[in-house]
């Protein structure tokens, strides 16, 4: 090889270079000439001998592939000349990974054509979904064979040459005997098979989902009690998993609401364990428990409501309805947090809200209609006018729909989340629906406004 530098810039005309103002990187400001030699400015001229038939060879001794790959490319080069046509063994070697079982084995010769430099070994991988896969298999190849054709312009016949003695070879065909092809390097390569970046991704978020399932059963009711007497800190924040993310200690936030609601949790921690016939006997006295907490709710409400003299259709969209829903609200929260779709936590303020009302109502209804018909007297609901509450409501609700279906767009992402200013915006719009339907049922509930219906 060689090197071609070039310098001395300057005008044809023998004139300076006319220098402009440069301002370097500390501020200071310099005059320079406004043409310049750039880099590089050094070539290196590489002279291939096309007379040598090749020397083969791997890129690199080890290489490392995913079991995903299918059919791995094995690249086998051919430098330092490319004349003739020459043919080179290659085969397969087993190492950790076996044939049949990890990847199919390979053996045969690859041809190269006068002035080709590079063939391709074609290996098949079996991809078998591992976890953590770390095996090794090897490819080695042989010496390589000149294959004469008599075609002018493909080099001499190294055979004719090989079947001389040395004293019969001339000065030209002993130089030419240095071209024959031969081994380089790297003629036996290390390939080490890995798992699928993809699927243990795949596996990692279903484990963390089936641990975060199992951190929120229990398999006790030593468990459920030890828990709830237990003062747990805030982790809704991101960025604090993995292993070394320190512990979080409960703030004082923390110590405050877990004093108030102590007892709903000795009150929960009676409920079945979810390790109990795989969790039917909790789920199903969970929403009895529910319910009888709904109607607690609803009975010291109407006694609050008698209390401050507020109409029981104001008190109840009010008081009874948001002591019911803020549990929702929370339970909704934690799935949006955990799964991956909003379906869990939209479909939950459905799904929550007729256990509220059938179950909460129902159930303080039952008890109320047997306790008078016990004194022998009877228990009368007298009717009232929902009309106007409920196509309030309905509005409301289609809204709400509506606002979902235009938040699938791809600059907010879906139903919930997104970006901060889209999530402002809607739950701005949502609590003002709230508070409107409340104001506005509570106007028509003392007559303040007439609709009509």
Known sequence: HFYIRISNLRRKDGKPMKEIEVEGEDGTKTMQANCQLGTPHMATIMILDDDHSGIFGFEDSEAEIVESVGTYELKVQRISGARGKVAIPYSTEDGTAKEGQHYEAQEGELSYENEETEKFISIAITDEESYEKSLIMYVSIGEPRHIAEGKDGEGVDYSELDAKTPEELTEEEKIALLGRPCLGTNTRIQIRIKESKEFKNSVDKMMQKANNSMMVGTSSWLDQFSDAFTVQADDDEEGEDGEDAEEKMPSCGDYVMHFLTLPWKLIFALIPPTAIYNGYPTFVIAIFFIGACTAVIGDVAGHLGCFINLKDCVNAIAFVALGTSVPDTFASKTAAIEDETADASVGNVTGSNAVNVFLGIGIAWTMAAVYWEAQGKEFIVPVGSLG???????????????????????????????????????????VFFWVFYVAISALEAYDVIQPGF
């Open 388 to 430: 106007f509450s409920v196509t309030i409501f309905c509005i409301e609700a289609v809204l709400a729909i509506l606002i979902l279906f235009i938040r699938r767009n791809p600059a907010v992402g879906g139903e919930l989340g997104g970006p901060k200013l889209f999530k402002t915006i809607s739950a701005a719009i949502f």
